[in-house]
């Protein structure tokens, strides 16, 4: 089996501006954070983002990568609003498709089996087809009834981040949720995952059954180690979501003094100066803390 | 457990914050309270429907959905909200990280499928509804450019194509029943019936329960008011609704009785979180 082991710069320099990205994890849960912050260094924009956002939504908004969003929602689950989705938003900044959760879903299958579209009942009747003009319904051939023709969802590139993979790219979560990956993976021309930790062939077994190896290497064309690469979304059981730096980016982007301070303390530097300033973050938080007790 | 993973068990950082806030007066008073009032009602909902997967936004309808599993409808299927159906639910607002017993696996993926069979029935908020019951949660303004952007259209289009829908409207005011709500997320009655309703046949809305009324629909499709919660009049209803709504047949919410008060305070809410999402709507 081939060694598809890559550096988070290598996949970053793949993506191109113009691009769709779909990007695997829901809302603030396992979200390939590392991946989407080599992004940000790089110099794609124009991009069309497909995800059930979080984050990594918010981050790419702030930047102005983003021309088009293609979502479920984009919330940080325990903040029901991504600030920056919400600014970008009511300053009419990004082009949008807003679907359905269920319909979303039914697109990305679509997509991974190379349909055009897949018929669902789901916005029958609601403004989710008001929003998304090139929406249509269909008839049945088989009753008199009629379904929306939900449109693929299909994907240049996509991004996920899993506890565990090997080099080859099969890829094993180990949380309560699989969320949507493999068909991510699946609804795109190539897909690139990164992972806690890369293990040996035949070393995925020894952390989970069989029934937690998520993607197939037939469907990943890059592995990344990136340890606390979901950071500061949830990977569970490696770790959960860190809420106290949650709540401070979210406190960040709310006026632009400050979202360009959080900017220049985590975001400006590679990956490594971004883990030692959250441990900083953290350092200086608990020392307060102590402080106050 | 390491304290990273503690601290990231299920979504409930705003856990602490709640246990703070909780009114130390909630168990001495006897009264009965609107709370629970409201409690029972959302119960009532789930009255007899059998082996159907409830799925609820909000305190006092996640609580009458428990309640109604202890009571009147002992087959439905609770969840913890996250990944797990729940033979015994962990405690209200937590997950199955914090207690419960599992009795089935339910990731996101499992969820839209079970939409779509039909086997579930859900009781939504709403930011904004009219007289058809068409229920926003999506924004506030021009979907272009929308002046409050809200949570989006999440699940109700979906739920309402598929199965049973109710909603919960904690602060029953103008502002949320509305002549016309600026995106339709649930489908209301009158496009479920229109060229747009070929096709939903599965569409089936049942009450809307607010702090004020329950409030069911008429033949024509529209909304009018079932019963008035025991102190509130017909003109507060009219005086907080912004549209016509006819009242002449309301009657009076009933009480919980014993069994469901004991169950709503020593078993399903003990820490009185219902309290806080209707007292904080009904106060001034």
Known sequence: MGDKSMSLEDVAGTVESGMTIGIGGWGSRRKPMALVRELLRGDARDLTVVSFGGPDVGLLCAAGRVRKLVYGFVSLDSIALDPHFRAVRERGGVETAEYDEGMFVTGLRAAASRLSFLPTRAGLGSDVLTMNPDLVTIASPYADEEYVAMKALRLDVALVHVNRADAAGNAQYLGPDPYFDDLFAMAADRCYVSTERIVEPGGLLAGGPAQSLLISRLFVNGVVEAPRGAHFTSCDPDYGRDEAFQAHYASAARDADSWELFRKTFLDGDEQAYHEAVAEFHANRDGRQGEGR | ?284
């Open chain 2, 1 to 284: 457990m390491t304290e990273t993973t503690r601290a990231g068990a299920g979504s409930n950082q705003a856990e602490p914050e709640i246990i703070q806030a909780e009114p130390e007066t909630t168990r001495a008073d006897t009264e009965i309270t609107r709370a629970e009032v409201c409690a029972v009602a959302c119960a009532d909902v789930w009255r007899g429907v059998g082996e159907v997967l409830a799925h609820t936004a909000g305190v006092v309808p996640s609580i009458g959905a428990r309640l109604a599993r202890l009571t009147t409808s002992p087959d439905l299927v609770l969840t913890d909200g996250e990944a797990y159906f729940m033979s015994d639910p962990p405690p209200l607002g937590r997950t199955a990280a914090d207690g419960g017993v599992v009795e089935g696996w339910v990731p996101y993926r499992k969820v839209f499928d079970i939409v779509a069979s039909g086997r579930r029935q859900s009781m939504m908020g709403a930011s904004q509804i009219d007289r058809y019951g068409n229920q926003n949660i999506s924004l506030i303004g021009d979907w272009r450019r929308p002046t409050r952007q809200l949570i989006g259209v999440r699940g109700a289009p979906g739920n309402t194509a598929n199965h049973r829908t109710d909603y919960w409207v904690a602060r029953h005011t103008p502002k949320v029943f509305v002549e016309k709500v600026d995106v339709v997320c649930g489908v209301g009655n009158d496009r479920a019936r229109g060229a747009g309703g070929k096709g939903l046949r599965f569409h089936d809305l049942g009450v809307v329960i607010t702090n004020l009324a329950v409030l069911d629909y008429g033949e024509d499709g529209r909304l009018r008011v079932r019963s008035l919660h025991p102190g509130v009049t017909a003109d507060e209803v009219h005086a907080n609704t912004g549209f016509e709504i006819d009242t002449s047949g309301a009657t009076e919410t009933r009480l919980p009785d014993e069994t469901e008060l004991r169950l709503i305070r020593e078993v399903v809410d003990p820490r009185g979180l219902r309290e806080r999402e209707v007292s904080r709507s009904t106060g001034s």
